[in-house]
């Protein structure tokens, strides 16, 4: 296999790649350095990624998880969005000391704020371990492939992370499968909040611009990375020193014009380019309708809550965010899917495949078995759903589900100590993290109102026995609100899993009966004996042979357009993407510019707005038009600008890099007129939105004052 995708990548050499779309994998980035260069790339191969010497790789991390941060100042200081700082903002915020909503910059490093629970990982190296891999699971299919698939990757991971502790490697599949890489990082964990714009600033324009241009927000945060003294990964310490990186990137003022070369490392979640009409057709139909109706509701339930209280407020407005950010990205993907007629371009170039592949001995009913799968699958599609978004809503729900693994441990009567403290431990850390963001009044009217969505919307006969058997039996016969208030209101008065005493009781002495007698186990037990049971098999056995034949459909495309450079979906794992900075016309008779302005950002400023106010400082400094070196040629501030370089969800954060090496903005969002990205890259439609650094600096510079910080990055005017 491995020879097979070597050589094909070896045809592509001579073949111009296509700049914009693809997410390149570092390691192999140069089979597209002619076409890097033709855009106007300056740096070499070796700048680009090397594992030898420092290089564009060593200052990119990928940040808490989730997102992409860079290393901009030979201190470990990091850029990356406001949107990826958001939870560790608003955690170190109290309504006495609100940072979220008046920004914080830290004028010395001892005003850095600590922030517990970020970490970063910086990528040393990838290796590729197919040969290695197939060999371990030779024909395994399914749960049988999983399984091996787990076993050997776990082996060689092992064999990285036996040197220290901080070194964490990852076994991933690319192109479905086709190619395994191995990836080895190292993990720095003392991360502390150096600087915020406030959230006016940092969200402005809130959910009604996210995921639009033109776009004014300044979605950016610092951090910095502090090391243990030999500039090793360490716990924080009061005593820990600013991180010496190998590489940081300098920063460029110099302004950017329409087709510079423009490219972005960082790591993309996931993508789906190669999923079929038929999956595009269910997410249209059921998926994404599904998941909207149940994130309104959601969401309705906490904004009624978050606004009696600030102290509500900050406890829930990172995960309001995130719920927010993609109720809108799957609004967006269903209206552009079907504007853009994904559903028939698929078909159509399924039916040149099947064509081929009849023609060339490959296999020609592989898009039938896709059909199959499909129908087989979609009568418990909205059930999937609804359990993982409309039952796992509710903070009770997920409480009681995390009791399952060790109940069904204490029934096996096994008394070893050891795993009882593991169970006891995960328990713990499990409900730790739900408890943060558990607001009493809120995950009441949460869950009632969940429970009584969940049994309108799922298939009657697919529902759990808790409906029958407890709901309307002892709390009304009908399917009322009321019912479900008396139920609700029942469980949090009949479990111990929300009182902190009560539960830790339980931890001291837990037993199957304090289980079975618990309201809230009750409850999230029916619902997950009833999916484990009956649907997830459904599920697994979808996902398993959607695999298999994903596979093969990658392996033929490959085969059947030889000479193409290809690039596997995103895996949130390092990528490159390279072209240039690029305006669009979103519809007909429309233009838009590659730029937007403050004075743009002024003409949507409505005073009192959740979403559109300024601060009066941003207002002065805008009438003195007081933009010092910040400003473009042109004379005015310029806020953001696009590119049509191809990012999905995880890149936010990513510095966009010009043909220098400097960075020129943070990346922190797609434009809605190609929403459908994830699943078909549309080039004429699809743009990267990016805050640029000039308005960055600007804000550092003269609304934070954070001289500081200025002073330790490579500007370069
Ligand atoms: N849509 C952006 C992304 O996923 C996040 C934007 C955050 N801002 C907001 N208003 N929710 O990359």
Request: hydrophobic share 35%; proline share 4%; glycine share 6%.
């Amino acid at each position: 296999m491995k020879k097979f995708l070597l050589s094909l990548f070896a045809v592509a050499l001579m073949l111009p790649a296509r700049a914009d779309e693809g997410m390149w994998v570092p390691m192999l980035i140069g089979k597209n350095y002619d076409e890097m260069q033709r855009l106007g790339l300056k740096l070499s191969k070796d700048d680009l990624y090397s594992i030898n010497h420092a290089s564009l790789k060593d200052a990119i991390v990928q940040f808490a998880g989730g997102c992409t941060a860079e290393v901009i100042s030979d201190n470990g200081l990091l850029l990356t969005n406001h949107h990826c700082g958001y939870d560790a903002i608003a955690g170190l915020s109290t309504v006495e000391k609100n940072y979220l909503d008046n920004g914080f910059w830290a004028h010395n490093m001892s005003e850095e704020l600590p922030a517990p629970g970020v970490t970063v990982i910086f990528l040393q190296k990838m290796e590729d371990v197919t040969d290695e891999v197939m060999k371990a699971v030779g024909n395994a299919k399914g749960e049988e492939y999983n399984k091996k698939f787990a076993e050997i990757s776990k082996k060689i991971e092992d064999r990285e992370t036996g040197k220290d502790k901080y070194t964490v490697a990852n076994v991933k599949e690319y192109f479905n499968g086709n190619q395994i890489l191995l990836l080895v990082y190292k993990r720095y964990v003392d991360v502390r909040l150096v600087g915020t714009p406030p959230k006016s600033l940092g969200k402005f324009g809130g959910d009604t611009d996210n995921w639009m241009w033109p776009r004014h927000t300044s979605d950016f945060s610092m951090f910095r990375i502090y090391a243990g003294k030999d500039n090793m990964p360490a716990p924080y310490a009061a005593t820990n020193v600013p991180y010496k990186p190998k590489k940081f990137l300098p920063v460029s003022i110099k302004g950017e014009h329409e087709g510079d070369y423009a490219m972005i490392y960082g790591y993309p979640g996931r993508t789906n380019r190669y999923e079929v009409s038929y999956g595009v057709d269910l997410s249209i139909r059921d998926v994404n309708p599904s998941i909207v109706s149940i994130r309104d509701l959601r969401l309705s339930i906490m904004r009624k809550h978050m606004a009696e209280d600030k102290t509500i407020y900050l406890k829930l407005t990172s995960l309001y965010a995130r719920i927010a950010n993609y109720w809108k990205y799957f609004i967006g993907q269903t209206e552009q899917l079907k504007r853009l007629n994904v559903v028939e371009k698929k078909k159509k170039q399924e039916e040149k495949f099947t064509q081929w592949a009849s023609e060339n001995n490959y296999d020609a009913g592989l898009m039938d078995r896709y059909e199959k799968i499909y129908a087989e699958y979609t009568p418990y599609a909205k059930h999937a759903v609804y359990y993982g978004e409309c039952f796992r809503s509710s903070a009770v729900a997920r409480l009681g589900s995390s009791l399952e693994p060790l109940r069904k441990w204490l029934e096996k009567k096994d008394n070893n100590q050891d795993s009882l403290k593991k169970y006891i431990t995960a328990l713990k850390t499990g409900r730790r993290a739900i408890m943060k963001e558990f607001d009493y009044g809120t995950e009441k009217d949460m869950m009632a109102q969940m429970t009584k969505m969940y049994y309108d919307e799922v298939p009657k006969p697919q529902l759990p026995d808790i409906y029958q058997k407890v709901i309307f039996k002892k709390f009304g016969k009908y399917n009322s609100d009321k019912t479900y208030e008396d139920y609700t209101a029942y469980v949090f008065n009949n479990t111990f899993l929300i009182d902190s005493v009560k539960f830790n009781a339980f931890c001291d002495a837990p037993s199957v009966e304090k289980i079975d007698k618990d309201a809230a186990a009750e409850y999230a037990m029916s619902y997950v004996d009833n999916f484990t049971k009956n649907y997830l098999p459904k599920v697994e056995a979808f996902s398993n042979q959607k695999k298999e034949l994903s596979k093969e459909y990658i392996k033929g495309l490959m085969e059947m357009k030889q000479g193409k450079l290809f690039y596997p979906d995103a895996n949130s794992t390092m990528r490159i993407t390279y072209g240039k900075v690029l305006s669009y016309d979103p519809q007909d008779a429309v233009h838009y510019n590659y730029f937007t302005t403050l004075d743009g950002l002024m003409a949507k400023y409505k005073p009192g707005s959740d979403e559109f106010d300024v601060p009066q400082q941003l207002i002065d400094l805008y009438k003195k038009k007081d933009y010092g070196r910040y400003a473009d040629e042109d004379g005015t501030l310029h806020t953001c600008f696009i590119t049509n370089n191809d990012i999905t969800g995880g890149n936010s954060g990513s510095p966009v890099i010009n043909a220098n090496g400097e960075l020129i903005g943070a990346a922190f969002d797609g434009n809605w007129e190609a929403m459908s990205g994830d699943i078909a890259f549309d080039k004429k439609y699809k743009r990267t939105i990016v805050c640029d650094v000039r308005y960055i600096l600007f804000l550092i510079d003269k609304m934070g004052h954070a001289k500081n910080l200025i002073k330790e990055m490579d500007i370069r005017e």
